[in-house]
């Protein structure tokens, strides 16, 4: 199982990225996907999650309405757009497989200054 995320970087207040992860090993299309995100000190918090079928989707309450999960079994690839960044959202993102987790991406940093 590899989860690989990409799409972090530096982005002004007011701001969007789109964080990807594509998935191997497994097949994606029967999994729960999930990005949480950590902060030196803190623990590691649940952002979003995306079911396997039907797309229904979860947010933590700070990111609703800013944040959006989808995902694309086609291309075994799970995303977050993020937009309206503040700075509280800066972290180190990991894409997740499951409930449990039981794999985790190697996390892409989202640091939001000015």
């Known amino acids: 199982v590899q989860l690989v995320e990409s799409g972090g970087g530096l982005v002004q207040p007011g701001g969007s990225l789109r964080l990807s992860c594509v998935a191997s090993?497994?097949?994606?299309?029967?999994?729960?996907m999930s990005w949480y995100r950590q902060t030196p000190g803190k623990e590691r918090e649940l952002v979003a999650r995306?079911?396997?079928?039907?797309?229904?989707?979860e947010y933590e309450a700070s990111v609703k309405g800013r944040c959006t999960i989808s995902r694309d079994n086609a291309k075994n690839t799970v995303y977050l757009q993020m937009n309206s960044l503040k700075p509280e959202d800066t972290a180190v993102y990991y894409c997740?497989?499951?409930?449990?987790?039981?794999?985790w991406g190697q996390g892409t940093q989202v640091t939001v200054s000015s």
């Open positions: 997740a497989r499951g409930f449990g987790p039981d794999y």
């Open positions: 090993g497994f097949t994606f299309s029967g999994y729960v």
């Open positions: 995306i079911r396997s079928a039907g797309g229904r989707t």
